[in-house]
């Protein structure tokens, strides 16, 4: 594979397929249970990664997907033990199990793909309470992008990595497996693009000219013995052919001042207060809700945005 001579393995969903086969369901006693999980695993939890993969979306989002199978698993080994099953189980038992402990929300998937299959009643989940964090403030957060953006003597991969997440609020997880392809150069050569989603957003210097140095002569010495000259990867990791982990950022960032946390709070909130929500989701590629989320919190709304635009065209020559 790191020749190119066999197609690109997603190694994290081949090892959640291969788990999910095999030690998911071995705590669970009752058969029906055991075909129901392994069903929900196969055409629910895998299927959607199997999706993203297939689409290069440049995310992972094998982590979640194996906390959704655990707590699935987990939730079912309850009902066993309670000598229930799914399809016996009423809003009154799933809250019982609930109030027995944090952690339980990730089970709404399992129910509401199984109760859409006519394998349970209809059973609500309700939402987690939400702790917001803390944010840095806002001139905090340009000194250290000023730092990022102009300070040569920082490593080139730290300084991109951390204007993406003080810039776009991006997850350190997706930092971690972007593509050089999401890195668009157009026709004139002065225009660099990043794409998260659907859709383009146009680069403004110095940032555009640090991706693109990346891409060009800043990445060789992150390659890995065995590693093609080239990678596909923005941040290539040491192992042939695969990209950087999260905890490579998440380890080197603070050391130049940049935490993750409270730096793509304040991003995020900067942003959900000049941009809507569906506008937001589909540049950041954020669920609707979280896009939400975020607005809410930010006090942001579409009103408050058309009006700005309207007023913005009015005085166009």
């Not at 992008?145 to 204007?163: E, F, I, K, N, S």
């Not at 809507?276 to 950041?284: G, M, N, Q, R, T």
């Amino acid at each position: 594979m790191a020749a190119e001579l066999l197609p690109a393995r997603d190694e994290p969903l081949a090892r959640l397929e291969a788990w999910a086969g095999t030690t998911l369901l071995a705590d669970l006693k009752q058969p029906e249970h055991r075909q129901l999980l392994h069903a929900y695993a196969t055409w629910q939890v895998l299927r959607r990664l199997r999706h993203r993969a297939a689409s290069n979306t440049g995310q992972s989002l094998t982590s979640y997907s194996r906390t959704q199978l655990r707590v699935a698993a987990r939730f079912l080994g309850w009902l066993e033990q309670h000598r229930l099953t799914l399809a016996q189980c009423h809003q009154s038992d799933l809250e019982t199990w609930l109030a027995q402990g944090p952690g339980g929300e990730p089970v709404r998937n399992l129910l509401s793909w199984a109760s859409e299959h006519h394998h349970c009643r209809s059973l609500l989940v309700p939402p987690a309470a939400r702790t917001t964090g803390t944010a840095i403030d806002a001139n905090e957060r340009w000194k250290l992008l000023a730092r990022l953006l102009h300070q040569d003597t920082l490593d080139l991969a730290d300084r991109v990595a951390g204007a993406l997440l003080l810039c776009y609020g991006q997850h350190l997880s997706r930092i971690a497996i972007m593509r050089t392809e999401q890195v668009h150069r157009q026709r004139d050569p002065d225009i660099v693009s990043l794409r998260f989603a659907a859709h383009d957003i146009i680069v403004a210097e110095p940032l555009s000219r640090l991706l693109t140095d990346l891409i060009d002569v800043g990445r060789s010495h992150h390659l890995g013995v065995g590693s093609p000259a080239t990678s596909p990867w923005l941040f290539p990791g040491h192992l042939p052919a695969r990209p950087i982990t999260a905890s490579r950022p998440g380890q080197r960032l603070p050391r130049i001042g940049v935490r993750a946390l409270p730096g793509r709070r304040a991003t995020m909130l900067q942003l959900a207060a000049q941009v809507p929500a569906a506008v937001l989701a589909e540049l950041l590629n954020l669920t609707p809700a979280t896009a939400t989320r975020w607005t809410r919190d930010a006090a942001g709304d579409w009103s408050r945005y058309a009006a700005e635009l309207a007023t913005e065209r009015d005085h166009q020559p």
